[in-house]
C-alpha cells in the first residue's frame, strides 16, 4: 500500500511538471470553464472536473447535470449563508494528464474553495495526492477505486468501493437468495472486476459458501461459450458477472445459448443493461448506489426535479452521487462557516445526513458509511429489491 500511494505521489508530480499545471444542461465549452451561479464578489467558488466528451462522456454528463441542479436548488434557497455557488465545470475528457491541467487552473487561477470530481477512478488517483499536498478539500462522486482515499485527509468520495460492493452482493446471495454455490466470471484486466470478484470470494466462502468457477476473460475476449460450458458443469446456483453493461449483456446473451440455467448476480457497473439488454438478464440482481423507484421523500423530490429540469431524463446512478457529493460538500461549507479550507475538511469528516443514496457519515479514510442498494431486473427494468446494511 505504502509503495502504491507514493507512486501515485510521484507520478502526479511529475506529470503536472511536465504539463506546466438532457434538455436545459449546464453550460459547457468542452474543457472551458462554466459557471452555473452568476460570476461576481461574494461567490463561493467550486471546481468540478468530469468528462463531457469522449467514451465516457455519459457518466460525466450525468454527473455534471445532477450537480448543476443541486446548485440551483442551493442558491435559490439562499445560497450558503447568503452567498451564491459559483460552479466551474471543466471537461477531461476523460483524461488523468487533463485532469491535473484543469484542477491547476482552478486553484492557481480561478481559486477554488473545494472540488467535486474527478468521476473516474483513474482520474480520481491522480488528482488524490495533488489535492492533499495543496490543502483543497475533495470529494469525487464515483470514483470507486480503493485506495483513492487512504492516507489523504482532504480527499473523500461519495461513492462505496469495489471491495464493498462485491462483498455486500455476497452477503445478499448468501443470505437473501439462501444460496450455497456460486460461480465467478471477472474481467482480469479490470481492477474494477478483480476487486468484486475477490471480495465476493472472500465474503461468500467465509458464510460457508462454495465456488465452483473462477474463471476469468480479457478485455478483448468476445467469445464465452467454452468458459459457460465449464461453469455449467458445476451447477452453480448464481453467476456473478462484475463488470460493465455492455460486457454483461454480451455474456448474458451466451449465458442463455449454452443452456446456463442459473441467476445472474453484478455489481454497479450493471447500470444501463436494461436499456439493450433487459431480456437478457430477467430475473438477475445488481448492486447500485440508489434506484430510482424509491418511495423515500428525498429520492422522489431528486428524480422529479432532475427529470424536470433535463427534459424527461430519468437519472442513473452517477447523477444521484454527483448529487450527494454537491450536497455533502455544500453542508460542509454552511456548517464550516468559512472558506478555510482545513475547516471545510473537517467538516466534510463529521457528515451525519440523509443523501439520495442513503444516510451518510465517513469513515478514517473518507468513505462512506451507508446502506447499499440490490436492485432486480424485472420486465426490462431495474426496480428496488432491498437494502443491505
Known sequence: MILKRVSAIAISMLMAVSMAGCGAKAPSNEGEGASVATN??????????????????QYGIAVDNATALAVKEINE????????????????KGDATESIN????????D??????????????????PLADEKGIPMITPTGTSLDITPGYDYVYR???????????MAKFANENLKVKTASILYNTGSDYSVGLAEAFKETFE???????????????????????????????EVLFIPDYYNTVGLIAGQVKEVGLD?????????????????????????????????????VKNFVDNYTEMFEGTRPNAFAALGYDATKILAAAIEKAGTEDKAAIKDAIAATDMDCVTGHVTFDENGDPQKSVTILKMKDGVSVLETKVQ
Open 77 to 92: 434557497a439562499g445560497g450558503i449563508n447568503g452567498r451564491e455557488i459559483e460552479l466551474i465545470s471543466y471537461d477531461n
Open 40 to 57: 461576481g464578489e461574494g461567490t463561493i467558488k467550486i471546481g468540478l472536473i468530469t468528462p463531457k466528451t469522449g467514451s465516457v462522456a
Open 158 to 168: 461519495a461513492c462505496y468501493t469495489d471491495p464493498y460492493q462485491g462483498s455486500i
Open 262 to 298: 442459473t441467476i445472474m448476480l453484478g455489481g454497479d457497473g450493471w447500470d444501463g443493461v436494461q436499456e439493450n439488454y433487459g431480456e437478457l438478464v430477467e430475473g438477475s440482481y445488481f448492486v447500485n448506489h440508489y434506484a430510482a423507484d424509491d418511495t423515500a421523500e428525498i
Open 102 to 109: 484543469l484542477f491547476n487552473r482552478l486553484v492557481d487561477n
Open 206 to 236: 467465509a458464510a460457508g459458501g462454495t465456488i465452483t468457477n473462477y474463471e476469468g476473460y480479457t478485455a478483448d475476449d468476445k467469445e464465452f461459450k467454452a468458459v459457460l460450458t465449464n461453469i455449467k458443469a458445476g451447477s452453480p
Open 111 to 128: 481559486e477554488i474553495v473545494a472540488l467535486l470530481g474527478p468521476v473516474i477512478s483513474s482520474n480520481a488517483l491522480a488528482i488524490g
